[in-house]
């Protein structure tokens, strides 16, 4: 019986799915593949360029001489523009204030969201202490419809291109005004389509390869080809994910513009860098998936902005993946659920804080020049304390979704019957006890509606 | 559940020869299939490959993504000519990264494209387990509606021949057990035609799973079926053969078994109801709950372990509902054995049920055997 059916699939010599890799490899374009021209005085590597040598000799490093990969720096610790740096033309006045402004409001969020997460009335709140710089001179450098996957700890990106204190608020209580995911998302997860910002994923890493098919699209675009990139921010723990060397090789064999921006902030939760890797951080893996490569001071941000303004030229001209590894510091927790002091002194973060502040640093800058004064520091803390405390209180107030969001957009387009059933299945039990059972009576009236879109749907 | 299991081990496999006059039409000995010679006939490997270039033809959003799709036509030739016909960009060839090209392809998704992302098989996509159900699968709903993700992830699944447990399992229960994902087993050339069609053009991601040993069989295509605006529904079942005495719900290569046990059962006078399901998700609940409020006796064939299955899902829906008051029998499983698929050629036939099997346990539950 069964070998009557086997036998077809046989006779036409149907591969069996193994593995069973083939040796030739199919040509593609790119140094790694092509042949070479003439023979070298010891021979030729048959899909190679590789030099051939009869002397023996390891190698552990990209930089060829055994050093470290070099960091791009601007602004020294106080401020002052190092020798021979470039402070990028078009950062004038304002645009400086701004991103100065942009980078005091996140750790201004950050102590009161940290705070109310801690009373109990968020599920979870994770903060962006030590990293401002990174976040706002990258969201600087890039265009605002360049499409942004971020891992969670963007949201200074996604504000930076007018994300509103009332959207992250009524985001982060998935409140009935939810502008990212109606109530169905956890806080810090944010998305928005008008922001060019994709839906935050928890499992890591999952956005690395899907930036990679989101760049693949724009390439496909004629109305976007060689103007957008897609930008892909992950910590040096999740490029430990094998999500990260899949995004990595994908945007590079299918050849698409896809930015890497790697905030390696020395913790992955409890876990330090230096248990997360044994070679040089995660920018010696760029070259090793043929990817121009740059590591940069992340608490100067003005070298971020110039490291990912350069970056994504090469990006979209080349067509191709490029990687930005920006060094920073985690000075906060992971998140709600983690007590950072329980692996690493709190001595640690303090000088952290003191010595390399990329806020301070920026400031100092911006003084130096005369675009700053402490008044005025006084004042937009002052200003942006107040607007979070207003946001929060405003979304804190506001109902919850209505209950029907329950079961929408599970799928686009026709509804499946086992939604249409859950649905009348609950609009039945609100009828019967929604009024009558104080548990259900005093839940209803945190919905926005409450219920009553369910209890009047007739089955 | 074992009991089946064990059943499955002591059946006779290899025995049978005679034929129905109904498939009395089958071409050559080797060449399986359903087909009569009078009309337009399809393989179910061709079928697959019209569908795919008639989409890719529709709707230049559409493109094909995944291991030797391109130059080498796909391990099993399902994409063949697509790339001479559409270009390398369509038809993309990717290195072996599952998690990579199913990740690429629902980014391409959410960005709107409608990638068709082929797997060698279900059982290597489950290094890309994650994009599907985490990421395809629930991101509309959690993005509240904003980020949609129209992606067909296609391959054989469940067990091919000789191929061992790695590659022998049937991933239908798994991907039918996420909400946002929608779940096709198309067993004809109609049904995959008809079904490959409906899923590229659906808003959602579609797992479709596909046979290895039923892509080179033939069957008949009708003169609809051939069009190219040929598209059938996701989530209806198709009631293959009409009886009143037992009802007998498979899906994929099971129909062709339950199919042979019915003509099996119609020599002793039992006219058995044969429901191809078609979709696993949404499941075509209705049909069957019909079907056995008219035969009062249910069997559930599929080629997949027994535990938490289709088989048991459905079991547990028929009697959770109103269908639960016509049985006049247990509900019967009927499934592969509760082991990992062994290679031994005489071990794996025993695995999985085969018309000889179905036939006794249909007549068990019509009280006509033990």
Known sequence: ?459 | MSTRAALSRFAPAITRARRAPAFAARRAAFVRGYASQSEHTLTVRDALNAALEEEMLRDEKVFIIGEEVARYNGAYKVTKGLMDKFGEKRVVDTPITEMGFAGLATGAAFAGLRPVCEFMTFNFAMQAIDQIVNSAAKTLYMSGGFLTCPIVFRGPNGAAAGVAAQHSQDYAAWYGSIPGLKVVSPWSAEDCKGLLKAAIRDPNPVVFLENEMLYGVSFPMSQEAMSDDFVLPIGKAKIELEGSDVTIVAHSLMVARSLEAAEELAKEGIKAEVINLRSIRPLDIETIKNSVKKTNRLCIVEGSFPAFGVGSEICAQIVESEAFDYLDAPVERITGADVPTPYAINLEARAFPDAPLITKVAKRALYRTN
């Open chain 1, 1 to 459: 019986m069964l070998r009557a059916v086997r036998l077809p699939c046989r006779a036409q010599n149907i591969t069996a799915p193994c593995r069973v890799r083939r040796i030739t490899s199919t040509p593609t374009a790119g140094p790694a593949n092509s042949f070479p021209k003439e023979p070298t005085a010891h021979g030729v590597l048959p899909s190679s360029q590789s030099p051939i040598l009869s002397t023996l000799k390891f190698f552990n490093s990209v930089t060829g001489d055994g050093t470290q990969i070099p960091t791009y720096r601007v602004l020294d610790s106080v401020g002052q523009p190092l020798e021979g740096a470039t402070v990028p033309e078009e950062i004038g006045e304002a645009m400086a204030r701004r991103m100065y402004e942009s980078m005091v409001q996140l750790p201004i969020i950050d102590n009161l969201m940290y705070n109310v997460q801690r009373q109990g009335k968020l599920a979870f709140y994770m903060t962006h202490y030590g990293e401002e710089a990174t976040l706002i001179g990258s969201a600087a450098a890039l265009a605002n419809d360049d499409e942004v996957l971020g891992q969670y700890r963007e949201l200074g990106v996604l504000m930076w291109r007018g994300f509103t204190l009332a959207d992250m608020m009524n985001s982060s209580f998935g409140n009935c005004e939810d502008p990212c995911s109606r109530g169905k998302q956890m806080p810090m997860h944010f998305g928005s389509r008008k922001h060019h910002f994709h839906m935050i994923s928890s499992p890591l890493a999952t956005q690395i390869p899907q930036a990679a098919g989101v760049a693949f699209a724009l390439r496909r675009d004629p109305s976007r080809r060689g103007k957008n990139c897609a930008v892909v921010y992950f910590g040096e723990g999740a490029a430990s994910e094998g999500d990260f060397h899949a995004g990595m090789l994908f945007a590079s064999t299918i050849p698409s513009p896809t930015l890497f921006i790697a905030r390696n902030n020395g913790f992955a939760i409890s876990t330090p860098a230096n248990e997360q890797y044994y070679g040089d951080g995660i920018a010696a893996r760029g070259p090793g998936y043929g990817m121009h490569t740059i590591r940069v001071d992340g608490n100067d941000v003005l070298a971020v902005y110039n490291a990912v303004k350069e970056a994504r030229r090469l990006c979209i001209d080349e067509g191709r993946g490029v990687l930005v590894e920006a060094m920073t510091y985690r000075v906060g927790h992971h998140s709600t659920s983690d007590d950072s002091f329980a692996y690493r002194p709190r001595q640690e973060v303090e000088d952290r804080k003191r010595l390399d502040n990329p806020l301070a640093r920026f400031r100092l800058f911006l003084e130096a020049r005369g675009w700053w004064s402490a008044e005025e520091d006084d004042a937009l803390r002052a200003r942006l304390k107040d607007e979070v405390l207003k946001a929060f209180k405003k979304a804190e107030a506001l109902p919850k979704p209505e209950l029907r969001e329950m079961f929408e957009q599970v799928y686009g387009g026709e509804e499946p019957w086992t939604l249409r059933e859950q649905r009348e299945e609950l609009g039945r039990l609100l009828k019967k006890y929604g009024d009558v059972w104080e548990p259900w009576k005093t839940e209803l009236k945190k919905h926005k509606g409450a219920g009553k879109e369910l209890m009047d749907t007739k089955p």
